[in-house]
């Protein structure tokens, strides 16, 4: 299977993270590790997508036991975030975007002791 270029991960974020993201304050989003996000960062079948990585993933818990496995994450070319769902929503791109597994920030958003999807981002780009 293979991915088209300018793979773009598209997030919606409310204020003022959008702001602090934007302004290059906040350098990480947090996604709870719930069906919907698994589904939208781990590839879901056995083949590898181009520009996918493994990730180690230790939250696994069958009959109370931990299972450490690695997980294959999608690889996306861009993140974009959009503060809310109108048409007309303020946008802006960044370029590999990187996810793992970590605990919140609570002065981004996250709670300290809840484990996360943690999103990262390297330089602003332009929306074409």
């Known amino acids: 299977m293979s991915r088209k270029p300018g793979t773009v991960l598209h997030l919606v974020v409310r204020e ?3 702001s ?3 302004d290059g304050v906040k350098l990480e989003e947090y996604r709870e590790d719930k069906p919907y996000w698994q589904t939208r960062l781990i590839v879901q079948r056995d083949d ?10 230790g939250g696994n818990i069958i009959g109370g036991v931990s299972h ?9 070319d861009f993140v974009e975030f959009r503060n809310g769902y ?11 975007p990187r996810v793992r597994y970590d ?26």
């Open 103 to 128: 605990f919140g920030k609570p002065e981004w958003g996250g709670d300290p002791y809840t484990i996360y999807f943690v999103i990262t981002w390297g330089e602003r780009v332009p929306i074409k």
């Open 20 to 22: 602090m993201i934007r």
């Open 16 to 18: 003022p993270w959008f």
């Open 68 to 76: 450490n496995m690695y997980q294959v994450m999608r690889g996306y």
């Open 48 to 57: 590898q997508l181009p520009g996918s990585y493994k990730l180690l993933y």
């Open 86 to 96: 109108r048409p007309d929503s303020p946008r802006v791109r960044f370029k590999t």
